[in-house]
């Protein structure tokens, strides 16, 4: 991708307690580790560095700004700032289009909070320049069985086995996340240049799932967009691994804190050679504990 995301330094920002640093790779950025590691945290910094939503002074009335103080050091080194401002989709662990309906109009106006990233996703599924001849986006659409749609306030699903589009709320959630990507997709707001921020996109996806998705999002980057994942599944950041082709660019990271409390990340573009590595540690002690069960305690 050009125009990547090169790198970032952070200090004495949230749970980041001295200085941070992370270089990334053009393609796919896959963030793991324990709760409190930073993960979201991080996320959250390169989507404010792309929308200037770090500070209180810059969110709209109503909205509740992520608690940065803008005077703190943060350092994105790669890519002008002016080229980041809108480019960057945000797209949180929480569903939100399923009651989307009057969010962000009633958080304008300081009705409900919600904040500014929840807002974001929301606006940005709503654009209604639709191109649906997109490969990818009949590809997701071949998946889930129907074709997202929205009147420009709500989300609804056109079914393929169903005569009448149906709400999205009713729609299976994991569908729903696929739903979602489809229309980011089909309206431009994931395109080539793109920053696509992806907290726990496993969620709610059915193990079979898995494999289709991190294959949409390896063929994204081969699209140039750049892409940031934070995910607890060992098997979707294995699966980066297993279905990469030669030419993908994927970059793992493993995030811990010191005794000191200080945040480090180990890196590497095998997810195997990680450490330390939360996921397969704590699938390895489930398999042990399994095999002490089969020989009855008595291992």
């Known amino acids: 991708m050009t125009n990547a995301i090169t790198r970032v330094e952070i200090k004495d920002i949230l749970v980041f307690k001295g200085k941070f640093e992370a270089n990334f790779c053009p393609g796919v950025n896959v963030f793991i580790g324990g709760n409190g590691s930073g993960k979201t945290t991080l996320l959250k910094v390169l989507y404010g560095l792309g ?3 770090l500070g209180s002074d810059t969110t709209a009335p109503g909205m509740t700004s992520y608690p940065v103080e803008v005077n703190k050091p943060v350092v994105v080194c790669g890519i002008d700032e002016s080229e980041r401002l809108a480019k ?43 191109k649906p001849e997109q490969a990818l986006f009949r590809k997701i659409c071949k998946i889930i069985g129907g074709e997202p749609e929205t009147d420009g306030q709500s989300f609804f699903m056109k079914r393929n086995d169903i005569a009448e589009r149906i709400h999205f709320s009713f729609e299976a959630s994991g569908y729903r996340k696929f739903g979602m990507l489809a229309m980011l997709i089909r309206n431009e707001q994931i395109s080539e240049g793109t920053y696509l921020l992806w907290d726990e996109p ?13 294959d949409i999002l390896l063929e994204l980057q081969r699209g140039g967009v750049q892409v940031f994942v934070a995910t607890h599944s060992k098997m979707l950041a294995n699966e980066f691994s297993i279905s ?14 010191t005794a000191g409390g200080i945040i480090n990340a180990d890196t590497d573009a095998r997810f ?24 009855g305690g008595n291992g």
Request: charged residues 30%; hydrophobic residues 40%.
């Open 88 to 130: 960057t989709v945000y797209i949180p662990e929480k569903d939100l289009l399923s009651n989307a309906k009057g969010i962000p109009e009633t958080a304008e106006f300081g009705k409900a909070e919600f904040s500014s990233f929840e807002i974001d996703i929301i606006k940005k599924a709503r654009v209604l320049a639709a």
């Open 202 to 214: 496993e969620n709610s996806l059915n193990p079979e799932l898995v494999p289709v998705l991190v």
């Open 272 to 295: 195997d050679l990680l450490q330390p590595n939360k996921l397969t540690e704590a699938a390895v002690e489930q398999y042990e504990r399994e095999i002490e069960r089969g020989l």
């Open 244 to 257: 990469r082709n030669n030419g993908d660019d994927v970059k793992f990271f493993s995030l811990y804190k």
């Open 51 to 53: 929308t200037k939503r």
